[in-house]
Structures are given as structure tokens and as C-alpha cells.
């Protein structure tokens, strides 16, 4: 009499392969074979290759701030309210380090959230999470100095992503005309130590923008420095290369205090917000020829009379930021408008369309507290030994 053994590793690859990460969970439990084929590092990555590939496995993350002990998270489709909390994820791990401290996501790389503190509270010192809400694992990464009488409680930047098949996080550390950059490895479970020094010893005017945070993008780590406006720009820091260099914003009236940073097409792009919110602005960095050169490209320029939206007319716009890596969730309001209406910004044709929020949101989102993110699903994380 056949066995569930005896169905083909084949067979069962191709089928496992396009099933949700739910589904492979519950099958881990049928037999030892299934869980063993679907813990292996080969069905991780193929599975994992399935899902970006895939037209129809991807969600949007609605990651809020509020609430004192953790992020809360709940994905799914926006356009039919199909969504799982998973809020309390993080409540006993954060809690043993700082539960008064709100988590913030400072990257998002094959269904692996990275969370921290807050900015304006993050410093070198502070615990990093390796998350994913598909499996429902937590990794806490090791301390970036093991010594306790040599730990670092500067601020920092941090971002997340991956670089030559592995996942690394990133935190830069200026001090005082020096970035310490901590580089960590997923593979190695370790983090290592790079120091640059900066000829324009500049690094002791850093300062954390409440509202921006840095960017892994193809192997290099982008976050905002200078708080005069002379010293002012983007810091780049290539991970393959091991060096860092300056380059200056779009223009010189250049809006630090209300814009995004946000990966788009293999690079970066800057949404600007001017301080009144009558403009939308997004700006690619694009090479320059083969001299490590780069210049700024003003994708697009929205204002409120610019949005052909046929669902009457604002008088401020705004942006969250990108989700599908080419597409602007904007918000509007004032005019014909009794709240925000939310649209969908596609930078390749300009198409707009209305974009639906969750109904747990009543509708609305705060545009202070809620960011918007594309994630993939994968069983990254599931064989480690995590939380």
C-alpha cells in the first residue's frame, strides 16, 4: 500500500513550491520527510524564488508605530480586507530588553523585516530583530560589541537587505570625523567593524532626521548626513568596494526635514514633501557614466491640480512611500475632500488610482504613524534557532 514517502521528491517540490507559507507550516506536521524537505536549505530558496517571481503572492504591510511596546502588523490584500494581526510577535522578545520603546522597520528583504528603536531613539547599543511574520520566527542579533565596557551609545543609522547570498544589516556610527560602519552577517550570525575616516570631519554635525532613515540598496548603504545646510547630503557606504562617499541632494533648497528615502529601480529615489504640502517631487539617482559619477533625475512633480483622479479635487498632497518598488501610495485632502483619500502613483505611465485602506483603519491612516511596505513571503528564518 502506497505511503505519503512514497509520492516523488519531484512531485512534491513542485507542489510545495507555489503553496503559501500558511499551508507549508501546517504540512511540516504531516510526516518527518515533508518536514525535513520543506526545512532544507534547497526548498527555502526555491520556494523563496517562486514567491518574488510570482504575480499574486505579494502584501502589503501596514506597520504602525503607536502603542507602547511593539510594532503592530497586519498584512494582506488592501483591495479585500484580508488580513492577520500579528501584533504581539514581538511582546516577549522586545519586552526583555526596553518594552516602553516603540519598534521601528528599518528594512524589508525577502519576507525579513528589520526592527529597532525608534528614530530619534536609535543608538548603536539599542537590540536588532530579524523578523518574519510568515513563520512567525524572531531572531535578536548578538550585541555589535561583546565587551560591555566598550559598547557604543552614539546614534546611528541603520538599514537592512541582502549582498552576495547572504542578508546584512548596516549601522553607521559617526563620531567625530569617523564612521564606525558594524556590518552583520546572517550567514556568520556575527557582526564585523569598519572604520572610515572623513577628510571634511564633518561626522560631528551628524544628525538623525525624525523622519527619514537609511536605505541597503544592490550592496550599498545610503542615510543622510550634515545638519548645517552647507554640509548636508546623502552618504553612501559600498559594502563590495569597502569605501564611502559623499554626494549632494537634488538642489541646494532641498526640503531634509519632510521627504522619503526609498529603494527604486536598483538605486535610490528621494520623494520630496515641500513644507506645505501643496507638491509632491521624486527624485532618482542615476550613474553617470562609468567615473562612479551619479546625477539626480526628477522622475515626476505632483501638486493637487496635477492629479487626475476623477474623484474631485484636494488642496494638500503627501506621500507614505513606495509599495511594488515603482508605485507611490500619495494622500489628499482640503478642497471637495471631508478626510484623505489615498491613491496609487504608477512612476512609469503616471497612471493614478484609488487605493484602498484596511478596514481596521476606519478609512483613514495617520500619515505620521503608518508606513506602507511590499513584502514577500518566505520561510526564511524557519530552521534557525530563533525565538
Not at 500500500?1 to 507559507?21: H, R, Y
Not at 530588553?97 to 539599542?126: E, M, Q, T, W
Not at 560591555?148 to 537592512?160: M, T
Not at 514633501?273 to 527624485?283: A, I, K, L, R, S
Request: net charge neutral; proline share 4%.
Amino acid at each position: 500500500m502506497a505511503t505519503l514517502n512514497d509520492i516523488p521528491e519531484g512531485l512534491l517540490l513542485k507542489i510545495f513550491t507555489a503553496q503559501p507559507v500558511k499551508s507549508l507550516l501546517r504540512l511540516t506536521s504531516v510526516c518527518k520527510l515533508w518536514y525535513q524537505l520543506i526545512n532544507s536549505d534547497f526548498f527555502v530558496k526555491s520556494h523563496l524564488a517562486y514567491q518574488k517571481s510570482s504575480l499574486f503572492t505579494n502584501k502589503t504591510l501596514f506597520i504602525r508605530h503607536r502603542g507602547s511596546y511593539s510594532t503592530n502588523l497586519v498584512d494582506g490584500e488592501p483591495s479585500n480586507n484580508v488580513f492577520e494581526s500579528h501584533g504581539y510577535d514581538m511582546l516577549p522578545v522586545h519586552s526583555e530588553f526596553n518594552p516602553n520603546v516603540r519598534l521601528r522597520c528599518y528594512g524589508i528583504c525577502d519576507g525579513l523585516v528589520c526592527l529597532s528603536h525608534g528614530v530619534g531613539k536609535l543608538r548603536a547599543c539599542c537590540p536588532v530583530y530579524l523578523w518574519n511574520p510568515g513563520v512567525r520566527r524572531v531572531l535578536v542579533l548578538p550585541p555589535m560589541v561583546n565587551d560591555p565596557d566598550q559598547r557604543v551609545f552614539n546614534y546611528s543609522y541603520l538599514c537592512f537587505g541582502q549582498h552576495e547570498g547572504d542578508y546584512k544589516v548596516i549601522s553607521v556610527v559617526p563620531m567625530g570625523g569617523v564612521y564606525k560602519v558594524y556590518v552583520y552577517s546572517l550567514n556568520q550570525d556575527s557582526w564585523d567593524l569598519l572604520e572610515f575616516y572623513d577628510e571634511s570631519k564633518q561626522t560631528s554635525n551628524f544628525d538623525i532626521w525624525p523622519h527619514v532613515w537609511a536605505r541597503f540598496v544592490n550592496g550599498a548603504a545610503y542615510f543622510v548626513s550634515g545638519f548645517s545646510r552647507p554640509n548636508r547630503g546623502i552618504v553612501c557606504f559600498d559594502l563590495s568596494r569597502k569605501v564611502i562617499r559623499r554626494m549632494n541632494l537634488p538642489h541646494n533648497d532641498f526640503c531634509v526635514y519632510n521627504f522619503l528615502m526609498e529603494e527604486y529601480q536598483g538605486s535610490i529615489a528621494l520623494i520630496e514633501n515641500d513644507g506645505d504640502d501643496h507638491q509632491v517631487d521624486v527624485w532618482e539617482l542615476r550613474a553617470n557614466g562609468n567615473d562612479n559619477s551619479y546625477l539626480w533625475n526628477k522622475k515626476l512633480s505632483m501638486t493637487p491640480e496635477t492629479m487626475d483622479t476623477a474623484m474631485g479635487m484636494g488642496t494638500h498632497l503627501g506621500a507614505f512611500g513606495f509599495v511594488n518598488k515603482d508605485k507611490v501610495v500619495l494622500w489628499m485632502t482640503g478642497g471637495t475632500y471631508s478626510g484623505y483619500k489615498y491613491f496609487l502613483l504608477n512612476l512609469e505611465n503616471k497612471s493614478v488610482q484609488p487605493f484602498t485602506i484596511p478596514e481596521r483603519y476606519f478609512g483613514q491612516l495617520d500619515r505620521h504613524v503608518n508606513v506602507l511596505y511590499d513584502l514577500t513571503e518566505s520561510l526564511v528564518l524557519l530552521a534557525k534557532n530563533t525565538t
